[in-house]
């Protein structure tokens, strides 16, 4: 769906790099979350937002960050990339108990 | 916290035939179950989802039911479709800030 952008589509990063994943939506959705897809573990939540300034810990927290100061954007930090950190993010938003739509995910390789 | 198990991991039926996905989940206090397709190299997308106030849902090919009691969700694909090829994700939400736990994903394969 257009109204949930990522970017970038594809980043290749060196160990060690900081690097931010970009996540936007149209909706005004109160809700944001990202989520990592590796083989064999299926969709594991990062971070999630409940709206503007509010965030909180998913599952597999450790060596991100995010912020949300604009209810649109969601940014994901991976403050010193490491190659456990490979994998396919994806953004989501969503409104109070509704299905998430997904963007359109980002591929990251951590070298 | 919710734990959401799903079964099969892979799954071949023939062109025609119908496909059965199970899901069980932990929390008592889930109450809407939603199912996403993901095809290879896109985003998961929502086909279909059910609440706890009812026991099935229909659309089209596709359909979801729901025992509450036994804490397990089921997603029936019937007459499948080679274009029914795709990752099958179930979840269950929690009462905590609108997360979803997934389930570890059925590889469908639909063979012409």
């Known amino acids: 769906d257009a109204g949930i952008t990522q970017s970038p589509r594809y980043k290749i990063t060196e160990t060690g790099r900081q690097v931010t994943l970009m996540c936007h939506q149209t909706w005004s959705h109160s809700y944001m979350f990202w989520y990592r897809q590796d083989l064999g573990h299926g969709l594991r939540l990062i971070y999630y937002s409940a709206a503007a300034d509010i965030t909180d810990k998913g599952e597999v927290p450790d060596g991100y960050v995010v912020s949300r100061s604009k209810t649109e954007n969601f940014p994901l930090t991976l403050e010193s990339a490491t190659r456990s950190q490979t994998s396919v993010y994806f953004c989501?938003?969503?409104?109070?108990?509704?299905?998430?739509?997904f963007g359109s995910g980002t591929r990251l390789t951590v070298v | 916290g919710e734990n959401v198990e799903q079964h099969p991991s892979t799954l071949s039926v023939q062109e025609g035939d119908s496909a059965v996905i199970k899901c069980t989940y932990s929390?008592?206090?889930?109450?809407?179950f939603p199912w996403y397709k993901q095809e290879l190299g896109k985003r998961p997308q929502l086909i279909i989802d059910i609440r706890s106030n009812v026991g099935e849902k229909k659309d089209q090919r596709i359909a979801v039911t729901l025992n509450k009691t036994a804490k397990h969700f089921s997603l029936h694909i019937t007459e499948t479709q080679p274009e029914d090829s795709a990752v099958y994700f179930c979840?269950?939400?929690?009462?905590?800030?609108?997360?979803?736990?997934f389930g570890t994903g059925t590889s469908l394969t639909v063979i012409p």
């Open positions: 989501a938003s969503s409104e109070t108990q509704g299905p998430y739509t």
């Open positions: 929390d008592s206090a889930s109450n809407y």
């Open positions: 979840a269950a939400n929690t009462n905590t800030g609108n997360q979803f736990y």
